[in-house]
């Protein structure tokens, strides 16, 4: 975005403070520089001249402290939209200096090619198998940080497909189900759930060889190589002749559906965003618009919702998980207080600003605890992976699952 | 530059973490809601009263100006940092330590936010009367230091109303405890009085004790839309010389109907001139005879039409239109000044009146809510901060209204404070006598004029 246009949207801040209120970083540190009336301040004087953005390293932290929760925007009556402001800005930072090496290995080493997120995939499990994790915790070296990877699974969702897509005889829908990074990797309960339930519904299920969304480089600024994967998603995507391209990770849908506006003005890829986005639709919200199966088993557990940011307030979901989990015979929803805040995970925040993620995590396992349910449900596997770091190192002896395994769970009782 | 034995003993105070220093973290210290800003030395977090006191002592054997701070949302220059100072920020003491659900008391820190407040004390069919527009983030102590008042003013009063008690450290380090705090029976001089409306000049509340109010059975919102500004005016003092008291009596003219409706999309009616908001409460048998007579008087005041809110969702829509005000209008223009004048109950229709007038001459944006119940408008004129010449427009416009209050036998802040902005009117507002007897107290309170200097109390020319 251009410092002109940059200056318009934040002149509309006119401070009236409403972003303290939701802001997850303000509500656990109290502090001006850690919301976004406090950040677009910064911004704007830098943009004014009066601040040097690149011999300030301190803005630069409290640019990248941000969780792009999109919270402030949704709460703020002059519809200032920090997060795209402070992506900007963080554009600038990578344009400018390049990435960190951290994080150059970790996004355009790991994320931006499946074979070697496989590769490390298998690495951490071997990592978690052997024990030699019980000797690193032991040493303290990483503070817990590997704990943050979930209990990973022996195989990825990707080689398990042969075995798992049946050809139905009399398919009422056919969808095309968004295989993300994350649920292929770590969660591949949760990928193996979406499909049999879309199964169960009847739903013939393809599995376009996709890559990375491309959102933790989106969130470093790292456009062009945003770009490079969005456009070979976009090709992998386009012309499918499905009714719905489904997912299960609120982030992935998002930043999918979000493509057209990274393309507004390509002649080449504007339409075939906009066509995409069309189709984009998120699991439970698609299950709801299908007047999904409700023969299921009974699952007696009490189970809270949160809201994960992309769920909520990026693809605006949020009745229907919801609906789903109210609709399992003997399932007990309970509401928790700030449901929709940001659980402070936010792709690899918690890597980079392991103080306020986890001082976020615990106001999050906070309220969690309160409600005293069983199990923790959410619709992204970046929030689960987050959550269940915080029942770990608040030692509770809880699941957090996505309500399609639950779901996925309920059929199969049923079926027995 | 700041004066490093200076922050050693604060961090000693408070601790590292509670302390800022570098530029980058003063700057986000500088500002309120107001156009104003200023350059403070130190943030500090204190968590304690006793904290507060050590602080205060330094500041006080140094002579260096402090201001209590709390959300930073003060409309009119008084949470702006004075030049050099420790700003004592609030928001990390921030608990409710005891609610008493017979006596109706909640005994609260002074960075608790009033919807902290409310929610709190709701599971008990209580609620703390005073309900400014920022209640979301505005802090108890900044809406004593404010003497807020809200949109249940009319019914129910501002926030020197509801207060039974303060702990407040003085600028002189002294820790005093005001009113009494097991009754509701106010002393002779009552001193929680003089703090309400201080805007943080007088000293820090440390801890204040509130009165809760019981919420009504059964609560009617409505709304009425007017062809004028007038009509709509006279409307609101016909409600009242009838006998019923609304807790709520909002007006909103055609600006900021459309500016609302553009960010919550309501469906407001966009062409209306002026918008009546109303709410009564109370048993239900009460609460239909208020109803039949504000019917009546919308009748009589030409009202185009009008709507009862059906449910609870459609109440809420109503609030949150009203809520949203002051944020949704800064859509318009990069800069506004809200101004918050009273006017007696008869004048308003024709206050409205003039204040439009007054755009009209001026050729500028002004958009008009008012608190009408009790007289209080708020005129929010719009400008370009970036262009002189429209700073200097607006700055005569507002004289001109300010003038217009006086002559209609209103007077300058109903709930905003003075600050920064308002001082040069004082002299208009309040006669030599007056003032001076404010400075003696002021002198009483703060010998050394450390606290919140530069705010409220003007500086008094002999002639």
């Given amino acids: ?416 | 530059m700041v004066d490093k034995r200076l922050i050693d003993q604060l961090r000693q105070i408070v601790g590292n973490e509670n302390v800022l220093t570098s530029k980058i973290s003063l700057e986000t210290y500088a500002f309120d809601a107001s156009p104003y800003s200023g350059r403070p030395s130190v943030v500090v977090f204190p968590t304690t009263t006793e904290m507060v006191v050590a602080i205060v002592n330094i500041a006080n054997e140094k002579n260096i100006p402090l201001m209590p701070r709390g959300a930073g949302s003060c409309l009119s220059g008084g949470a702006v940092a004075p030049d050099g100072s420790i700003v004592i920020s609030l928001t990390k003491m921030n608990n409710i330590l005891e609610i008493d659900p017979l006596s109706k008391i909640a005994l609260v820190e002074p960075g608790i936010t009033n919807k902290q407040v409310q929610l709190a004390v709701e599971s008990y069919g209580l609620m703390y009367a005073p309900d400014p527009a920022s209640q979301n983030i505005s802090t108890i102590g900044g809406n004593i230091a404010e003497n807020a008042g809200g949109i249940r003013g009319v019914k129910y009063g501002s926030t020197k109303d509801h207060i039974i008690g303060l702990e407040v450290v003085l600028p002189t380090g002294d820790v005093i405890t005001t009113g009494n705090i097991h009754s509701h029976v106010e002393p002779e001089l009552d001193l929680t009085y003089y703090f309400c409306g201080s805007e943080g000049t007088l000293g820090i509340v440390t801890k204040a004790w509130l009165a809760l109010s019981p919420i009504n059975a059964e609560v009617k919102t409505m709304t009425a839309i007017f062809g004028s500004l007038e009509n709509a005016g006279s409307c609101v003092a016909d409600i009242i010389a009838q006998g019923v008291v609304p807790t709520t009596m909002e007006i909103m003219d055609n600006i900021v109907i459309k500016a609302v409706d553009d960010y919550l999309k309501l469906g407001l009616p966009r062409d209306a001139e002026a918008l009546l908001l109303l709410e009564v409460d109370g048993f239900s048998s009460d609460v239909k005879t208020q109803v039949n007579s504000i019917i009546n008087a919308f009748a009589t005041n030409h009202a185009l039409s009008y709507k009862i809110a059906g449910n609870e969702q459609e109440r809420q829509d109503l609030w949150k239109a009203r809520r949203s005000v002051n944020g949704a209008l800064g859509k318009l223009k990069p800069a506004n000044i809200v101004h918050d004048i009273v006017v007696p109950r008869d004048r308003l229709a024709i206050m409205l009146e003039k204040v439009a007038q007054l755009a009209k001459k001026y050729g500028i944006i002004i958009g008009q809510v008012a608190h009408a119940g009790d007289g209080n408008l708020h005129p929010t004129l719009y400008y370009d901060h970036r262009i002189p010449e429209e700073v200097e427009i607006i700055e005569e416009a507002c004289d001109e209204i300010i003038k217009e209050t006086i002559a209609q036998g209103g007077t300058i802040s109903g709930e905003h404070g003075i600050g920064i902005e308002k001082l040069k009117y004082m002299p208009l507002a309040f006669n030599k006598p007056t003032l001076h007897l404010m400075k003696k107290i002021k002198d009483a309170f703060d010998p050394k004029n450390i606290c919140n200097p530069g705010k409220l109390l003007p500086q008094i020319t002999e002639d």
């Fill in chain 1, 1 to 416: 975005m251009k410092k002109d246009e940059l200056l318009k949207l934040l002149m509309n801040c006119n401070r009236c403070g409403l972003c303290q209120e939701v802001c997850p970083t303000y509500k656990v540190s109290h502090i001006e520089a850690n919301v976004a009336r406090g950040r677009n301040r910064l911004i704007r004087l830098a943009l004014e001249n009066q601040l040097n953005l690149d011999k300030e390293p301190e803005v630069e932290k409290i640019i990248n402290e941000c969780l792009l929760c999109k919270a402030c925007e949704d709460s703020c009556p002059s519809g200032v939209p920090t997060p795209e402001i402070i992506a900007s800005i963080r554009t600038h930072y990578t344009n400018t200096k390049g990435l960190s090496l951290g994080k150059k290995i970790m996004y355009r080493g790991v994320f931006s090619k499946n074979r070697n997120i496989s590769l490390i995939r298998n690495l951490a499990w071997i990592y978690q198998k052997c024990g030699i994790n019980k000797l690193v915790k032991f040493t303290g070296i990483f503070n817990k940080t590997d704990e943050m990877l979930p209990n990973l699974p022996p195989k990825n969702v990707r080689s398990l497909l042969p075995a798992l897509i049946k050809k139905l005889p009399n398919p009422k829908h056919r969808v095309a189900y968004f295989l993300g990074c994350s649920v292929n990797n770590f969660f591949s309960s949760i990928g193996v759930a979406s499909i049999k339930v879309l199964q169960e519904n009847n739903c013939e299920v393809l599995v376009p060889e996709v890559n990375c969304c491309g959102a933790p480089h989106h969130s470093a600024g790292d456009m062009e190589e945003f770009k490079r994967l969005a456009k070979n998603n976009l090709k992998m995507l386009n012309n499918l002749d499905v009714e719905a391209i489904v997912f299960d990770c609120s982030t992935c849908g998002s930043v999918i559906k979000d493509y057209k506006n990274l393309f507004s003005g390509d002649k080449e890829y504007e339409n075939v965003a906009a066509q995409v986005a069309e189709k984009v639709q998120d699991i439970s919200s698609y299950l709801v618009s299908i007047d999904f199966n409700k023969n299921m088993g009974t699952i007696s557990k009490k189970v809270s919702y949160h809201d994960p940011c992309h769920g909520i307030r990026f693809l605006k979901v949020k009745d229907a998980p919801r609906e789903i989990l109210k609709s399992i015979p003997g399932l007990e929803l309970i509401e928790m207080q700030e449901a929709d805040m940001c659980c402070g995970g936010a792709g690899s925040y918690g890597i980079f600003n392991p103080k306020f993620s986890r001082d976020i995590l615990a106001r999050k396992i906070g309220n969690y605890k309160n409600t005293q349910s069983d199990i923790l449900a959410t619709s992204c596997p970046a929030c689960a992976m987050q959550l269940s770091f915080g029942m770990k190192l608040h030692n509770l002896n809880c699941s957090v699952k996505h309500p399609v395994e639950l779901l996925a769970q309920a059929y199969e009782i049923k079926s027995l």
